[in-house]
Every structure is written in structure tokens, then in C-alpha cells.
T-cell receptor, first 109, second 118 residues
Framework: GDSVTQMEGPVTLSEEAFLTINCTYT??????LFWYVQYPGEGLQLLLK?????DKGSNKGFEATYRKETTSFHLEKGSVQVSDSAVYFC????????FGAGTRLTVKP | GAGVSQTPSNKVTEKGKYVELRCDPI?????LYWYRQSLGQGPEFLIY????????DSGLPNDRFFAVRPEGSVSTLKIQRTERGDSAVYLC????????????????FGEGSRLTVL
């Protein structure tokens, strides 16, 4: 069945460092791809999405490009902030929304 | 409120007891989803409603789990004869629209109901 595999954490970075969180997917169809974020004490919220191959989703300085040839949707940010500390979930939507296991990011000042 | 509301936020119960978890979605959202999240894992799909009917209940683990949405708004997840393995955070999400192919847009999540079965 459809599934998502994302980079295991936790990830700890210093402020202004470059961030990459890897995500690959397996799907029989043409899913939409998402990154959701869960800040401490809050519910999951959508960070960005891409609905077809070669689309780039972006929000709050984060970007991810839907790569059909490598079945990937890696999350990147050029300069992280302490406020980016959260758990990040990669997800795909085909018959239903399926999530990866999550990657905890801690950014230190 | 403006967001998805879930009650109770915490529930501790004994093995074998019956539990109900409530979800109040964003007004006007026709699609409603239940997920279960165990520690260190991503949300696991349980069931999805389009309006009053369950469009996909393939994620319900067994017949002890049941969910209803009688008026197309509030939903209740019901767990009978709870077991220790049912301990998890139960998440509810709603979406403005959905299709047979899944959520067409953004899912809005509640903060979850943490269930602990002793």
C-alpha cells in the first residue's frame, strides 16, 4: 500500500544552519504530498504542499519539491530559527492521508 | 471556537471499560477524519466521514472501535472493552472538501485526546 518514509530524528541544529529532512514515498497512483508541523503543545498544522510532479511547495522559508523520478519530497530551509523547533511529518494523500513517523527538530541559539 | 475541538483532552480508564471521545470540527467542513498517534509514531488513519456517512473505515483496528457522525458535524469515536494497547493520542481533523481520492486540501487538526488504559 501507499506509504511514506522519512528521516529519523532527532535532529539538532544551531540557529541559522541549513536544514534538510528527507522524505520518500511509495504510491500506486499520483498522490498529493504534504509537510505538516507540530509545535510544542499544539495540534498538527499544514506547513506546505505540492499536488503534482515538479511542483514546489513553500511557506515560512521552508521548501519542498515533488520529485516523481526519485519519489521524494525533501524538506529544506536555508537558515533555521529557534522558533522552528517542532516535529515535522511528511504525508501523502491518495485514497487517504498517510503520515511518516515524524522528525523532531531542535534548534539551539 | 474557530478550530477543531476535541474532548476530553485526557482520559484515564481501566482495562475493559468503554470510552467515548468527541470531536467538534470546524463549522462547514464536510470531511472529518480520526487518526491514532502512538508515542514516536506518525498519525495512523482510522476512519473518514464525508457528511454523515463513513466513506472509509478501513483503518479501524477491530470491531471494538466504532465512530459516528449522526448530523454531519460532531463525531464520536467509541472504544469498547478497552485494552492497554489502545493507549495513544486520538486525533481528529476536518477538511472543507474531500474526494474519493482523499483530502483535496488542508486538514485542520485538533489537539487530540490522550487515552491511557491502565
Amino acid at each position: 500500500g501507499d506509504s511514506v518514509t522519512q528521516m529519523e530524528g532527532p535532529v539538532t541544529l544551531s540557529e541559522e544552519a541549513f536544514l534538510t529532512i528527507n522524505c520518500t514515498y511509495t504510491a500506486t497512483g499520483y498522490p498529493s504530498l504534504f509537510w505538516y508541523v507540530q509545535y510544542p503543545g499544539e495540534g498538527l498544522q499544514l506547513l506546505l504542499k505540492a499536488t503534482k510532479a515538479d511542483d514546489k511547495g513553500s511557506n515560512k522559508g521552508f521548501e519542498a519539491t515533488y520529485r516523481k523520478e526519485t519519489t521524494s519530497f525533501h524538506l529544506e530551509k536555508g537558515s533555521v530559527q529557534v522558533s522552528d523547533s517542532a516535529v515535522y511529518f511528511c504525508a501523502l494523500s491518495d485514497n487517504d492521508m498517510r503520515f511518516g513517523a515524524g522528525t523532531r527538530l531542535t534548534v539551539k541559539p | 471556537g474557530a478550530g477543531v475541538s476535541q474532548t476530553p483532552s485526557n482520559k484515564v480508564t481501566e482495562k475493559g471499560k468503554y470510552v467515548e471521545l468527541r470531536c467538534d470540527p470546524i463549522s462547514g467542513h464536510t470531511a472529518l477524519y480520526w487518526y491514532r498517534q502512538s508515542l514516536g509514531q506518525g498519525p495512523e488513519f482510522l476512519i473518514y466521514f464525508q457528511g454523515t456517512g463513513a466513506a472509509d473505515d478501513s483503518g479501524l483496528p477491530n470491531d471494538r472501535f466504532f465512530a459516528v457522525r449522526p448530523e454531519g458535524s460532531v463525531s464520536t469515536l467509541k472504544i469498547q472493552r478497552t485494552e492497554r494497547g489502545d493507549s495513544a493520542v486520538y486525533l481528529c481533523a476536518s477538511s472543507l472538501t474531500s474526494t474519493r481520492e482523499g483530502p483535496a486540501g488542508e486538514l485542520f487538526f485538533g489537539e487530540g485526546s490522550r487515552l491511557t488504559v491502565l
